[in-house]
């Protein structure tokens, strides 16, 4: 029994010992297991912390992206950012989706008779960067846009199936950036007189560039300015029907480019610089062009009525047809740079002094930009359309012996499209391409741009011209800088001479080597002009005085000595230089009497346009007391010998005058008072029974000389005589009738006067600081009409104070002036308003 006891604790033992080895065990495991999962727990804690570490980094990095994608760019990422955006735009290829019809027609166009390598070109554009150099700053700054700006613009992309697409694509992506270039080119005071810049560009689709007044001009034009009863005592000329019916035609097919790049000089001027023509790749392919343009071509010889076949014929006829196209409107416009894009091909012009003669060169940017090439972003398009129009802004503007010289030029006659019907279709599409070249360009001086080569530059050098290329022996265009301080070309044509050489009055001979270029001329006084033109004594403040002699000569012999230089001083560094400000009927060119220094303006007509410039002078010669105090001096008129050419026209008449200065509201100097002035100005007119009847802004200027207002352009002027007396008749009809003409004749004067004032004050709002635009402290309400409502100054004892007038008021007067045609009762309401409004008693209180 003890045993069996014993046996039986002895089991419990072995069992407890058994189930405390299992627990233990399972403890162990149960450790194991916590400490495994401490360790996936702290290794999640690890991974997480990196992932955040690593989320935080990836935040950073976008933050700083995006900072960084907003930043400003420099120069060498600017460029480098439009190239990648130039070369992103996709060309449609399938004919079903694109425009159809020619790709030019010759026919009808004047052409030249050679069409040379410019083979300087990239010497010419490696001398620009050069000159970029010198300012390290403006490689450096961060002034360009930014590549959020610019992938915007990459957004706005669309593939080239059309003339209009390639445009659009051109303006978002070359020149906007050649624009914003230049800004900052001229931006650096540097670069400014290195460059001898005098302003910046705007790309236009047309040459039409009057003066920002016009548009108001032509809205107070619609304002009635009633009926005048007394048009028997007035002299005025007709008004000439429409010029764009009567102007002379351009020789060839016009002249109107696709695009044109405009040089605004801060001095108002609008110089059309650069002809621009595009051609969308489906119409004119990069192999027709480099296959076309490899060599001379003389197209009277290579081209016109001459029969080939193959590819190599038919790109050849092609790229003369399109060179010519674009040389025309070149021409015809005076301008000696363009070119010529389809997207993927450049082709570059210049017109030398041989106007017979156009120099190209074919840049293909996406094959030019070589990643081994320490300059490779001058290569790009907007790099190589940036230093090329600043070619042209520097260059001499064309000569009146280059326009004489260009009137002598053929014009395509044989039908182009026949030619190209004789030459089978198969043979026309075989492409046997003439592969291109990349450029490179060799023994480079100096570069604003640096750039880090992947490997080591290669050795070849430019791209090497043809055979053909070294038989000509037609030197391509040297270098030219700025028009201030210039080389002359080589000419091909022969320069004008002098009768002689002209001797001043001391006796001394004046060569061209020895004259000043009269852009740098100062003009002559108002004071010195009126003693040439009434025999008043020399004066002596005037700034071409020692130039004078002792004593003014006669005007009618000053009229007879200008014509006669005007026929001969021709060229490129004449005394008469366009001032490329034009008007409706009128240009005006700076004149210099070489003889005797007599520094003016003349306005130049076309021939249609002479019976107006007779009557401005007539005009003038009514009001001398005025000349050179509220008007310019004039001195007559001449009927020039020989034409002289500006934008299309050819001007066959001049009337001198003095310089009066700029359009009085573009001009700095011109402050407070100024509407005061204009009106003291119009008023002496009217003493004189001048009506101007065309009474606005833009022909009012302000000479910062003597301070004071001009007021030019009496083309359209009536000149009002005394009235004529009837016979006596108790009834005192006559007496009425002469009350009634003369208050017809008042208010004809007085409602000028108003508009003018209208307009003026209209001109001065929109020349104002934009935060004028909320109503000033210390306006009133006051009513003109039931249903205008004018702002008043509060009541002042200062005097006149038509210069305080509102912007806001001023549109509300004005819109409801031109809002309708009114009938007669409706206009003797309006007038009367005005009347009421405007009355004397009101004139020294602000007009809104």
């Not at 429409?242 to 000089?265: E, V």
């Not at 050795?459 to 391509?476: A, L, V, Y």
Request: charged letters at 30%; one cysteine or more.
């Amino acid at each position: 029994m003890d045993e069996l006891e014993k046996l039986r604790k002895q089991l419990r033992e072995e069992q407890r010992l058994r189930e405390e080895e299992q627990r233990l065990r399972e403890e162990e495991q149960r450790l194991r297991e916590e400490e495994q999962r401490r360790r996936e727990e702290a290794e999640g804690r690890v991974l997480e912390e990196q992932l955040q570490r690593e989320e935080e980094q990836r935040r950073r990095e976008e933050a700083e992206e995006r900072a960084s994608a907003s930043q400003p760019l420099t120069l060498h990422q600017y460029l480098e950012t439009c190239h990648s955006l130039s070369t992103t735009i996709e060309v449609v290829s399938d004919r079903s989706l694109t425009t159809q019809g020619e790709t030019t027609n010759p026919t009808g166009r004047i052409y030249p008779q050679r069409i040379i390598p410019w083979t300087t070109f990239p010497t010419r554009q490696e001398e620009v960067w050069h000159q970029l150099s010198f300012s390290p700053s403006f490689s450096s700054r961060t002034a360009f846009p930014s590549r959020h700006q610019l992938e915007y613009v990459r957004s706005l992309l669309h593939p080239v199936s059309s003339e209009l697409g390639l445009r659009n694509s051109q303006r978002d992506v070359v020149e906007n950036a050649v624009q914003k270039l230049v800004d900052e080119t001229y931006n650096d005071p540097s670069l400014r007189s290195r460059l001898g810049l005098h302003g910046t560009i705007t790309f236009e689709s047309h040459t039409n560039l009057g003066n920002a007044e016009e548009s108001l001009s032509e809205s107070m034009e619609q304002m009635s300015m009633g009926t005048d009863s007394s048009e028997a005592a007035t002299t005025q000329l007709p008004r000439p029907p429409n010029r764009a019916t009567h102007r002379r035609k351009a020789r060839g097919k016009g002249n109107r480019a696709d695009q044109f790049c405009i040089y605004r000089t801060s001095d108002d001027r609008n110089i059309p610089t650069v002809a621009i023509e595009y051609k969308p790749p489906h119409k004119l392919s990069r192999d027709e062009v480099v296959t076309g343009l490899v060599s001379k071509i003389q197209p009277d010889h290579d081209i016109i009525n001459k029969d080939g076949e193959g590819f190599a014929f038919a790109a050849k006829r092609l790229a003369t047809a399109v060179v010519t196209q674009l040389f025309s409107y070149m021409v015809g416009k005076g301008i000696r740079y363009g070119y010529v894009c389809t997207g993927e091909t450049y082709v570059f012009l210049h017109i030398p002094d041989d106007p017979s003669c156009v120099y190209y060169s074919v840049c293909v940017p996406s094959l030019d930009f070589q990643d081994d090439d320490e300059t490779r972003l001058h290569r790009t398009a907007v790099a190589q359309v940036f230093a090329f129009v600043l070619q042209a802004i520097r260059s001499p503007l064309p000569s009146q012996a280059w326009h004489s010289a260009a009137e002598n030029l053929d014009i395509w006659c044989v039908e182009y499209e026949d030619v190209l019907r004789s030459i089978p279709e198969t043979k026309r599409k075989e492409k046997r391409a003439t592969p291109y070249k990349p450029q490179r360009w060799k023994g480079f001086k100096r570069s604003p741009i640096r750039t880090r080569s992947r490997c080591l530059p290669a050795e070849g050098g430019t791209r090497q011209p043809s055979s053909d290329d070294e038989n000509d022996h037609h030197e391509s265009p040297s270098p030219t800088f700025d028009r201030a301080n210039r080389r002359k070309e080589p000419p091909a044509i022969p320069k004008d001479t002098r009768s002689g050489e002209i001797k001043d009055r001391g006796g001394t001979q004046r060569g061209n080597s020895m004259r000043q270029n009269i852009q740098a001329r100062p003009y002559c006084t108002h004071k010195c002009l009126r003693g040439l033109a009434f025999g008043d004594p020399i004066d002596k403040e005037c700034p071409n005085m020692p130039d004078h002699g002792s004593f003014h000569i006669d005007q009618q012999q000053f009229l007879v000595l200008i014509r006669s230089q005007l026929a001969v001083d021709r060229g490129p560094e004449a005394d008469c230089v366009p001032l490329h400000l034009s008007g409706s009927r009128g240009s005006l060119f700076k004149v210099r009497l070489s003889s005797h220094g007599y520094t003016l303006v003349a306005k130049g007509v076309e021939g249609m346009d002479a019976a107006l410039l007779r009557h401005e002078n007539e005009v003038y010669d009514c009001i001398r007391a005025l000349q050179g105090e509220y008007v310019p001096v004039c001195l007559g008129t001449v009927d020039l010998i020989e034409p002289y050419y500006f934008d299309s026209g050819v001007f066959k008449h001049f009337l001198f005058m003095s310089y009066a200065g700029r359009p009085v509201f573009k001009s700095v100097q011109a402050k407070a008072g100024i509407v005061d002035k204009i009106v003291t100005a119009f008023t002496e007119l009217h003493k004189r029974h001048i009506l101007h009847c065309d009474a606005e802004p833009r022909n009012v200027l302000y000479d910062v000389r003597i301070s004071r207002c001009m007021i030019v352009d009496f083309e359209r002027a009536s000149i009002h005589t005394r009235q004529p007396l009837g016979p006596i008749s108790p009834s005192g009809q006559n007496r009425k009738r002469k009350r009634t003409l003369e208050k017809d004749k008042r208010d004809v004067f007085t409602r000028e006067l108003q508009a003018l004032q209208l307009a003026a004050q209209m001109g001065r709002a929109l020349s104002a600081p934009k935060d004028q635009g909320k109503r000033p402290q210390g306006i009133q309400k006051h009513r003109i009409t039931r249903r205008t409502t004018r702002l008043q100054q509060k009541p002042t004892r200062e005097g006149s104070n038509y210069d305080q007038l509102h912007p806001y008021s001023v549109k509300k007067i004005l819109s409801q002036q031109v809002s309708r045609t009114p009938g007669k009762r409706s206009t003797k309401r309006r007038v009367d308003a005005l009347d009421r409004n405007f009355d004397s008693s009101e004139a020294d209180s602000a007009i809104s």
